[in-house]
């Protein structure tokens, strides 16, 4: 079955200027043009495109993409080049969704902080007895209840 653009951007949720950019920067070197030279696209294209958009999302810049892309149309003599991309890009990406997760985890811990200061009517529930200062087991408590709330 042939697709045309639109048919392509619909279905990858894609939009039509992305997947233009993508074949203007050298990254759809599969996809056939009509006798009009309008781009058309093959069942097979999809999985391309898939891949340029996981990448894409994933924050690889659009030059390695080009890269893997001209490596799978090169075929099996490249099959180790993309295998260590993808495990390069795999670990970065494991390293980010850590750090994202830290992140949420230090913001809920400072959400509930805030949530019980103002259940309480007054952050100074959190503080050492006399000071301004955080008690340091505030933070056990609250880990202590999310422990309790998972049970």
């Not at 079955?1 to 920067?25: L, N, P, T």
């Not at 200061?117 to 340091?136: K, M, S, W």
Request: glycine letters at 6%; one cysteine or more.
């Amino acid at each position: 079955m042939i697709y045309k653009i639109g048919d392509i951007a619909r279905e990858m949720d894609v939009s039509v200027d992305a997947i233009r950019y993508y074949d203007k920067e050298g990254l759809m070197p599969f996809v056939d043009r009509d006798k009009a030279g309008r781009r058309v696209f093959k069942e097979n294209d999809m999985n391309f495109i898939e891949v340029i958009k996981c990448m894409k999302q994933s924050g690889i810049p659009v030059k390695e993409i080009g890269t893997f892309i001209d490596w799978c149309m090169e075929g099996d003599d490249t099959l180790n080049d993309r295998f260590e991309f993808l495990a390069e890009h795999e670990a970065k990406l494991e390293d980010e969704i850590k750090n994202l997760q830290e992140n949420l985890a230090f913001l809920r811990w400072k959400k509930w902080y805030y949530k019980t200061a103002l259940d309480a009517g007054t952050e100074d529930i959190h503080f050492l007895p006399g000071t301004r200062e955080v008690d340091p087991n505030e933070r056990k408590r609250y880990e202590a209840e999310l422990k309790n709330n998972e049970d």
